[in-house]
């Protein structure tokens, strides 16, 4: 069996996901690349929560399954388009996080500045217009349009979808999507949440390669 270490990740990556309640039962789905021309993918039909590194599936990057006994994810070509549209990224997760597919039930994305963390980390969060047909070409292309200046999309009526260089990053994402929603539900209950100005938001943007910098591994000087 290939790839054992990234097994062992995207499982307790998988885990993390239905712990946190962003799946349920056999939802959501993972990918990562191994190489540049192969994929590492979970299954369709399994709880997130019990993957185990056998049920993983290694894909190209047509989705043609290379090593695994199971069908990939329905929602496979969802992950290929994010690869062939941001061939930067390293993994793709798509959940359905119950706060931010609230959103996405009332096509309501989170692209007001009023975070100052979503200025300057995950950027804003669409929603796709309309629902796409599940399994269907409708949704990877339905996608398509976000992936050059986002990292994560609400898909209208379905759930949230987040891609980053690692699995990780991806997940972080996800997590972020989910924080961020339920901040602004809290803000909304409240009554009349105060967006950041444009001064402010064009400040904080100016700060983003500085916190990226900051997110790396110290170099030791003598």
Known sequence: MTYEAERALMCAVGKLLYDRGYVAANDGNLSMKTAPDRLLVTPSGVSKGRLTPDMLLVTDLEGNVLEGNRHPSSETKMHLAVYRGR?????????HPPVSTAFAVCRRGMETPYLSELVTGLGAVPCTPS???????EVPRS???????HCAVLLANHGALTWGEDLWEAF????TVEHTAKILLNAQLLGDPVALTPEETAELRSMQGMYRQLRQVREETP
């Open 87 to 95: 061939p930067d990224v390293g993994a793709v997760v798509h959940a």
């Open 131 to 137: 629902f796409a047909m599940l399994s269907t070409d």
């Open 143 to 149: 996608v398509e349009p976000y992936l050059a200046d």
């Open 172 to 175: 972080d994402r996800m997590e």
